[in-house]
Structures are given as structure tokens and as C-alpha cells.
């Protein structure tokens, strides 16, 4: 966040000195109210308005790196809280009624800071079609940040159930067959054990890249635990998600990754397997992909024993 603050201190410095101007002008030409005459709700009302403008304009400041659409949103919320300021400034400042630039210190900044604020929005639309259009195979229907993976990132076993619970009634509406593919890296254990967490962490990483890089744009990639991804395949049959389960393994077995350290390539095997839904919850599709894993690896840790 520090790091954020100084990218945009200019901002924040400008917001200040244009608060504490407006204060300093009413003060100059006004005198203080007593405090029986205050009135809470518009206080509250006022000043409240104000406060939370001023929290919007930290969390985009927060969130958003320096450009247009982090400008225009702030801007036009400074705008937004320099009017509500200035108006809750009136009720501990009596002004003469011979001064009138007060009114015009409350009404233009909020016209003018609702069109800026528009205009950041517009943008700010145009850059989340972007950004979804980056989350294609990541995504799919809904997004929800809590159930997103920190490393890789995609989709957690939550987000998978939720999705799945979607897909199988669209499935269902329009009689469409959904399948779904489970790979494994075998013995990703020794990569932690031999290169540290860091180098299998930095694995799994290139691993959700070479997978998504081998799906089509329907489907959605998720990361059920540890080295286990599912691959939700709408309108796929069992024949058609064999083949691409198949794909997918072999191209786990050409990847050439090589550790950050040495370079040393790292000769990778992943296990596969299919389950086409059928007429059951969530719960029980994964169950059966599951037992379809463990069948699947049976005969290769049979062959390495």
C-alpha cells in the first residue's frame, strides 16, 4: 500500500491542499457556530457523504496503478468529496449572506466530478472486457475473487463446485453432455523436496500456463489441491474429453521446464482421468472423478514399486 500512496502522493497532496483552501476561505470570511446550533442530521448526512467519498478515493488509489482510468475515477471523485466538504463546512461556519462563491464552491465541483467520475467508469468497462477476455479458461459464468488460487491463478475447489452446479442445469436445459478431466503430476513431492517450495511453486505456475495454452476457449481450468487441476468441459462428450485428457498428458511429458537455479530440466509425468456427468450432484461427479484418478494411477505406481 505505502508503495501505491507515493505512485499517487501528487493526487493525494492536491486533495489536501484544495480541502484545507476551501476550510481556510470559510474561516477567513465566515465565523464559528456555536454548538447548539449544529444540526447532527446534517451533519452526519453531509460529512458522512464526504468521508465515504474520500474512502472510495483511497481504495482506488489502493488498488489501481497510475494511468487514465485511475485519473478520471479520482478526479471525478475528488469533485464528489470536495462538494459534500464544502457543504458540511456550512454547518460549523456561519457565512454572511453577502458572500455568495460558497454556493458555487457546493454546486459546480459535483456536475462537473459526476462527469469525470462517467468517463472513468466508460473506461474503466472498457478495460475489464479486457482484463476478462485475459481470464478466458480461468472463468467462466461468474467471478468471485475469495475462491480464486493466489498462486497459479485459478479457480479453487469452491469455485469448481459452484461452476459445476451451473454447468450441470445448463447441461441439463439444453441436453448437453458435460464432462470433466482430473490430471495429477506424479511425484510432484520430490520437486519440493530436492528444489524447495519456491522452485515447485514457480513449476506450478508454468504448468496452469502450458495447460491453459491446450484448452479451447469454452473450457474452465481449476486447481482442485496441491497438483491436482480439473478441467470442466461443457458440451464434451466421454470420447472427446479422453482425447484431450490424452493431450493434455502428453503435453505435461514434452514440457521442458528447467529449474531457476541450475537449469536442470525436470522430466514430468502427469495422471489423467474422465468423468461424463450424469444424473448427479456435484459432490458425486467429483467423487467418481476422483476413483477414476486412483484407477488411473494404480498401474504406473504398480510399475515404479
Not at 458435460?178 to 513431492?189: A, C, E, G, H, K
Not at 505435461?252 to 450424469?278: D, Y
Request: with cysteine.
Amino acid at each position: 500500500m505505502t508503495s501505491l500512496l507515493k505512485l499517487h502522493r501528487l493526487k493525494l497532496t492536491a486533495l489536501f491542499l484544495a480541502a484545507n483552501a476551501g476550510l481556510l476561505l470559510h474561516l477567513a470570511v465566515g465565523d464559528l457556530k456555536a454548538a447548539s446550533e449544529w444540526v447532527w442530521l446534517d451533519i452526519l448526512g453531509e460529512g458522512g457523504s464526504a468521508l465515504l467519498a474520500l474512502v472510495w478515493i483511497g481504495l482506488v488509489l489502493k488498488s489501481r496503478p497510475a494511468g487514465r482510468v485511475t485519473n478520471l475515477l479520482v478526479l471525478g471523485l475528488a469533485g464528489v468529496f470536495f462538494s459534500w466538504w464544502i457543504d458540511s463546512l456550512d454547518e460549523f461556519i456561519r457565512i454572511p449572506d453577502t458572500v455568495h462563491w460558497d454556493h458555487w464552491l457546493e454546486s459546480v465541483p459535483m456536475p462537473i466530478g459526476l462527469v469525470l467520475l462517467t468517463l472513468g467508469i466508460y473506461h474503466w468497462h472498457r478495460e475489464q472486457l479486457a482484463i476478462s477476455a485475459q481470464m478466458e479458461k480461468r472463468e467462466r459464468l461468474f467471478r468471485e475473487h475469495r475462491q480464486f488460487d493466489t498462486l497459479t491463478p485459478l479457480g479453487d475447489a469452491d469455485y469448481l463446485r459452484r461452476q459445476l452446479e451451473l454447468g450441470l442445469g445448463e447441461a441439463t436445459a439444453n441436453g448437453q453432455p458435460l464432462s470433466l478431466v482430473i490430471l495429477d503430476i506424479d511425484d510432484f513431492s520430490q520437486v519440493n523436496d530436492r528444489f524447495g517450495h519456491a522452485e515447485g511453486d514457480h513449476l506450478l505456475l508454468a504448468l496452469t500456463q502450458l495447460l491453459l495454452l491446450n484448452l479451447r476457449r469454452q473450457d474452465l481450468l481449476c486447481r482442485l489441491a496441491g497438483d491436482r487441476f480439473v478441467v470442466l468441459l461443457p458440451n464434451t462428450g466421454e470420447r472427446q474429453a479422453h482425447q484431450l485428457a490424452t493431450e493434455l498428458g502428453e503435453a505435461v511429458a514434452h514440457f521442458a521446464h528447467r529449474t531457476r537455479q541450475h537449469g536442470e530440466r525436470l522430466q514430468l509425468h502427469a495422471s489423467t482421468a474422465v468423468a461424463m456427468a450424469l444424473d448427479e450432484s456435484p459432490e458425486a461427479l467429483l467423487q467418481r472423478l476422483n476413483l477414476a484418478l486412483a484407477k488411473a494411477r494404480s498401474p504406473r505406481l504398480a510399475h515404479s514399486a
